[in-house]
């Protein structure tokens, strides 16, 4: 079975602070992976994902994360946050080789201070 | 293009009545993904259905809960003689069918949050 272990359960950044949120999966076979925002009282958006290709993925906002496959990571970055990324943070994992079960981590808070 | 749609978006009941939550799937979707959000935890898969079929029910409690997907209308979560545990925000997904499963992405509703007193 796969599992997504997300390590920061709340980070507080002060604005222009450089983001870097960790997630790492257990799964032997190929994956898809992503990012989900949500923010306060709105429902999850897709921030970025990663299928194949080029393991730096660039998302909305701003946002990017790399694929490590070595380290079965998948963090995500921001080299300088505003307050308005305030929001929680969920890293997603779903089989390849299967249909479309994804498997959420416990999601990480994300305060940023003016 | 309407997103997902959840209704109603906040649902209170008390213990032992029945919970029905509605999920309209994004136009040209053919399918539905159900989750549940406890307080500080992350979502949990409860169930995936297409058009009158359940896929996968594997994370379902095994009683009182159940879905379905009709040929017309939206997918229900029914909960039934709900109790206090069962006060959560439930999310439902949708992706379409594109005939690529392994490329398709959910695109998630704002959510129910159902209190039970």
């Known amino acids: 079975a796969q599992s997504v272990s997300q390590h920061n359960h709340h980070v507080i950044l002060s604005e222009a602070a450089s983001l870097e949120l960790g997630c790492n999966y257990s799964y032997g076979g190929t994956v898809n992976l992503f990012w989900y925002v949500q923010y306060p009282g709105q429902h999850l958006q897709l921030l970025l994902k990663?299928?194949?290709?080029?393991?730096l993925v660039k998302g909305i906002k701003g946002f990017e994360a790399e694929f490590i496959k070595s380290k079965f990571s998948f963090n995500l970055r921001k080299p300088s946050v505003q307050w308005s990324d305030t929001a929680e943070y969920f890293c997603a994992v779903r089989s390849s080789g299967g249909y479309q079960k994804v498997t959420f981590g416990i999601g990480t808070k994300l305060q940023v201070i003016p | 293009n309407a997103g997902v749609m959840q209704n109603p978006r906040h649902l209170v009941r008390r213990r032992g009545q029945e919970a029905r939550l509605r999920c309209s799937p994004m136009k040209g979707h053919s399918h539905v993904y159900w989750y549940r959000q406890l307080p500080e935890e992350g979502l949990k898969f409860m169930v995936y259905?297409?058009?009158?079929?359940?896929?996968?029910e594997s994370g379902m409690p095994k009683e009182r809960f159940s879905a379905e997907f009709p040929k017309e209308g939206p997918s229900i979560l029914r909960i039934q003689q709900v109790v206090r545990g069962d006060s959560a925000a439930y999310f439902c997904?949708?992706?379409?069918?594109?005939?690529?499963?392994?490329?398709?992405?959910?695109?998630f509703g704002p959510g129910t949050r159902l209190l039970v007193l």
């Open positions: 997904a949708s992706s379409p069918d594109l005939g690529q499963a392994m490329q398709e992405t959910q695109y």
């Open positions: 990663y299928f194949s290709g080029d393991p």
């Open positions: 259905l297409q058009k009158e079929n359940i896929i996968d």
